[in-house]
């Protein structure tokens, strides 16, 4: 590690922005679904159950399907990442919505706010402490599956995993999965918190 510091740096570098770009987009999709949900209930079984499905799909074998769709490199990797990392960030949105007080929903309602107004200052608002507990979940699943970002041409800490694995050289695979755990387990520790303070200040 201490030798090959630049490298080791560069490959962090491309972890996070793999995480970060399918977390950030699932953050958005997933919030807007959950809202849909939250809105038309009859909506929620079918946006939930296809939600389940791609969780329940081996990350490997996913990653597979797309490379087909998209060829090997970072774009698949991020759409894996992206649809992985739905199903808390939509579930969380939808139960967060579901705990708002109706007395509150009822007074906004009473004062002549819109559906919109509503949403965005009230419910989205008291509601971001599931979110957040959703994207906290969905952040660490996606730094676990972007190891094996290789086995479809992308790049990362997994590269240094897989090529342990290849060269049968255990220095390697540590070299990669260490940083690796400790990328995620800081990750949850900052979410953590910041999900805490949201919920200390309502």
């Not at 074998?61 to 698949?76: D, N, P, Q, S, V």
């Not at 007395?103 to 971001?128: D, F, H, N, R």
Request: proline share 3%.
């Amino acid at each position: 590690m201490a030798s090959n510091v630049d490298l080791l740096l560069l490959y962090t570098g491309q972890h996070l922005l793999m995480v970060f770009c399918g977390v950030a987009g699932a953050l958005l999709v997933g919030t807007l679904l959950g809202i849909l949900a939250h809105r038309y209930q009859r909506l929620a079984p079918f946006i939930l159950a296809v939600a389940n499905i791609l969780q329940v799909i081996p990350s490997l074998a996913l990653l597979a399907l797309l490379m087909l769709y998209f060829g090997l490199g970072f774009y698949t990797v991020v759409i894996g990442l992206f649809l992985y990392s739905l199903l808390p960030i939509i579930r969380h949105t939808y139960v967060g919505l579901g705990e708002v007080d109706s007395s509150i929903q009822e007074a906004g309602i009473g004062i002549g706010m819109t559906y919109w107004q509503m949403l965005t200052k009230v419910q989205l608002p008291l509601a971001m402490p599931f979110i957040m507990a959703g994207l906290r979940i969905a952040a660490v699943i996606a730094i676990g599956v972007a190891s094996l970002a290789p086995f479809v041409g992308g790049d990362g800490l997994g590269r240094e995993i897989f090529s342990g694995i290849n060269s049968r050289n255990d220095v390697r695979i540590y070299v990669g999965a260490i940083p690796a755990c400790l990328i995620a387990i800081i990750a949850d520790m900052i979410l953590g918190k910041l999900e805490r303070r949201m919920k200390a200040s309502q």
